[in-house]
């Protein structure tokens, strides 16, 4: 079964501290991982995928199939980071059903 | 292009009754998935379309269903509401081509329910 854990429900930073928002998942095939953000007001979006090896306004994840953690970092905080984060997860066959975890808020402090 | 809307924005209604949510998908998308979003549950999945046909379902009673007209708007139903439905549902497309179906979801701006 796909599960996707976010330990915390709340972090909240000064203005340019580091950030990390965790993500533990379980899967038992090889998964896609996503991080979405929903901004206040705003519509739920995509910030970033793994299988896409980016960064979204300094946000980066790497995907640890180790530990099977797709943890969110950015190195220093910003004001408009403020935002629900949700760690989701997928199998790789174009038919699987994206699992989100519950979500993480995310204060940044002036 | 627009994005994905939903419709009615907010609902209430009270325990028994029942509840249509329409969802209108980005123009060229085909794949339209539901989800149920509560503070204590957080996002959770409902059911997915593609092309009229459901893909996939989620953990829900058979109270809930949807379905997708061939134009790719979808609906769900809920029947016979209870307390616990409230909730935020949302609605969000993809451009379904080949693989990686969820690479990217664009989601609506959701209905808020509300059952008395």
């Known amino acids: 079964a796909q599960r996707v854990t976010q330990p915390e429900k709340l972090l909240s930073v000064f203005k340019g501290a580091p950030v990390e928002l965790k993500c533990n998942y379980s899967?038992?095939?090889?998964?896609?991982l996503f991080w979405y953000v929903q901004y206040s007001r705003q519509r739920l979006q995509l910030l970033l995928r793994?299988?896409s090896r980016e960064s979204i306004k300094g946000f980066t994840a790497d995907l640890n199939k180790g530990e099977t953690s797709f943890h969110l970092k950015k190195p220093f905080a910003q004001e408009e980071d403020s935002a629900m984060y949700y760690c989701a997860l997928s199998g790789r066959g174009g038919s699987e059903k994206l699992v989100f975890g519950k979500g993480m808020k995310l204060t940044v402090n002036p | 292009k627009a994005g994905v809307t939903q419709t009615p924005r907010y609902l209430i209604k009270t325990r028994g009754q029942q509840v249509t949510l329409s969802c209108s998908p980005i123009?060229?998308?085909?794949?339209v998935s539901w989800y149920q979003q509560t503070p204590g549950q957080g996002l959770q999945f409902l059911f997915e379309?593609?092309?009229?046909?459901?893909?996939n379902k989620g953990n829900f009673p058979g109270r809930f269903s949807g379905r997708q007209f061939s134009n790719s708007r979808s609906e769900m139903n809920v029947s016979t509401l209870e307390l616990g439905d409230s909730a935020l549902y949302l609605c969000a497309s993809s451009l379904q081509v080949g693989r990686g179906t969820n690479e990217k979801l664009f989601f609506g701006s959701g209905t808020q329910l509300s059952v008395l």
């Open positions: 899967y038992s095939g090889s998964p896609e």
């Open positions: 379309y593609f092309s009229e046909t459901q893909r």
């Open positions: 123009s060229g998308h085909r794949s």
């Open positions: 793994h299988i």
